[in-house]
């Protein structure tokens, strides 16, 4: 068991009732985060995706969570105002089973990171973007066990590793650092 702590807590809260698909909060992002910043955008590359599929009459913006080395074995599976969606449509991961929330070029997964870049922002981007108040930003203190989290580059490294092997990716570096 890890050591406790305070953390501040931030959840975006999604009103669905308020969503109407205009997709800003994906073009914001991707800008967002794009190298260098707004030089570009492509909902693709974006950390929350709008799912309206199968029925488009209900507009659901997903965030990107945590990269899944693996596809899971069990299956969310939503009832929307009486209309059953297909088994993961609103899942969160970057998995094997789908390209959601993978970088379209790279294949690397992508996971909201609240914004939290240089230079700060009062609010998430997509929250600011939102003209139609669907999305909500709150912050609370709670007391948590300390975790450690895996830096950006290991997650991205494990995905390499994941799809291409250990070998393949040591051999390649050596090859790039004869190269240098
Ligand atoms: S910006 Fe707001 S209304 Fe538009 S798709 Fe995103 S969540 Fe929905
Ligand atoms: S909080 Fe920031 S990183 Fe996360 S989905 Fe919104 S714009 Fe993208």
Redesign the pocket.
């Known amino acids: 068991m890890g050591e406790k702590k305070k953390k501040i807590v931030k959840t975006i809260k ?1 009103d669905l009732d ?9 073009v ?1 992002c991707s800008a967002f985060h794009a190298a260098p910043k707004y030089s570009s955008n492509n909902p693709a590359r974006s950390r ?1 995706r ?1 799912i309206h599929e199968p029925l488009k009459d209900v ?1 659901v ?1 997903v965030y990107a969570g945590e990269y899944a080395k693996a596809e899971c074995m069990g299956r969310d599976k939503y009832v929307i105002d009486g209309k059953e969606y297909d088994e993961g449509s609103f899942c969160r991961a970057s998995c094997p089973s789908r390209d959601l929330f993978k970088e379209p070029d790279s294949a690397l997964p992508l996971e909201c990171d609240m914004c939290e870049d240089d230079p700060p922002q009062k609010e998430p981007l ?1 929250v600011q ?7 909500t930003y709150e912050e609370r203190e709670e007391e948590v066990e300390e975790e450690v989290k895996q830096e950006d580059v290991e997650v991205g490294l494990q995905s390499m590793v994941d799809k291409y092997g250990l070998e393949k990716i040591i051999d390649t570096v050596a090859r790039m650092s004869h190269k240098g």
């Open positions: 999604v308020k969503c109407n698909g205009c997709r800003a909060c994906e914001v929350i709008v507009y913006p997509c973007w939102c003209l139609n108040d669907a999305l």
